[in-house]
């Protein structure tokens, strides 16, 4: 989503890798994206409406595909466009200012 890709894109690379790992055997969790701080609401938009088409795209193959809300658990609670913490600090709230 950062790197120029539209919605669109990013759904048919995830739908082949689905496919990829269904023909494979492979149990698929499919994940939604994280909050990244630095996204704007445009960026945050297009997280949300692929985010859904993930949770839609498990939903119609709960034969073979588990929806995890990765986002949801991970962001600071009440504001879920902007992710709480994460260990390797490059993802992490940045500090308030005085």
């Known amino acids: 989503m950062y790197q120029g890709r539209g ?4 759904e ?3 739908e082949a890798i689905y496919a ?4 494979a055997k492979i149990a698929v969790v ?3 994206i994280i909050p990244y701080n630095g996204a704007g ?7 949300r409406a692929v985010n859904d088409w993930i949770r839609a795209c498990a939903a119609g193959h709960a034969d073979a595909m588990v929806f995890c809300d990765t986002r949801a658990a991970v ?3 009440g504001q879920p466009d902007r992710l709480l913490t ?5 993802h992490r709230r ?3 200012t005085s």
């Open 7 to 10: 919605a669109e894109t990013v």
């Open 41 to 47: 609401p445009d960026a945050n938009a297009r997280m």
């Open 94 to 96: 940045p500090k308030a």
């Open 75 to 77: 962001a600071t609670p």
């Open 86 to 90: 994460s260990p390797d600090g490059l």
């Open 20 to 23: 990829a790992a269904g023909a």
């Open 30 to 32: 499919a994940g939604s």
């Open 12 to 14: 048919r690379e995830l």
